[in-house]
């Protein structure tokens, strides 16, 4: 089984930086599909970017320009790069992976990830 655990998260200013990374404790060597959802309180959880195997990415127009995802091999690791933080990017943070490439048909839905960390929060102050 493969376990996902989220770290970087953390309490900054308006217009400050986070990455946060997500590292595989079991064998992703063939996921077909990452990425990173959100949740704020009273709202529902929505896919904040995702990359695909063959590279293709999503970003939610909200963060567009201001987060990037990537994914090292090597490490087994994957990445979200945040800048331009604003309050409303306050939320609980989690990693999301998939090995069967019927994802690749959803990206940004929740259901087509089989594998989730336990989330880190990211708070934004005004």
């Known amino acids: 089984q493969v376990q996902l655990v989220e770290s970087g998260g953390g309490s900054v200013q308006t217009g400050g930086s986070l990455k946060l990374s997500c590292k595989a404790n079991g064998d992703t060597d063939n996921m077909s599909c990452m990425a990173w959802f959100r949740q704020a309180p009273g709202k529902e959880r929505g896919a904040v970017a995702s990359?695909?195997?063959?590279?293709?990415?999503y970003y939610a127009d909200s963060v567009k320009g201001r987060f990037t995802i990537s994914h090292v091999n090597l490490r087994d690791t994957l990445y979200l790069q945040m800048n331009s933080l604003k309050p409303e990017d306050t939320a609980m943070y989690y990693c999301a992976e998939s090995g069967d490439m019927r994802c690749y048909a959803l990206p940004r839905h929740a259901d087509s990830y089989e594998f989730w960390g336990q989330g880190t929060q990211v708070t934004v102050s005004s």
């Open positions: 990359i695909r195997s063959d590279s293709e990415t």
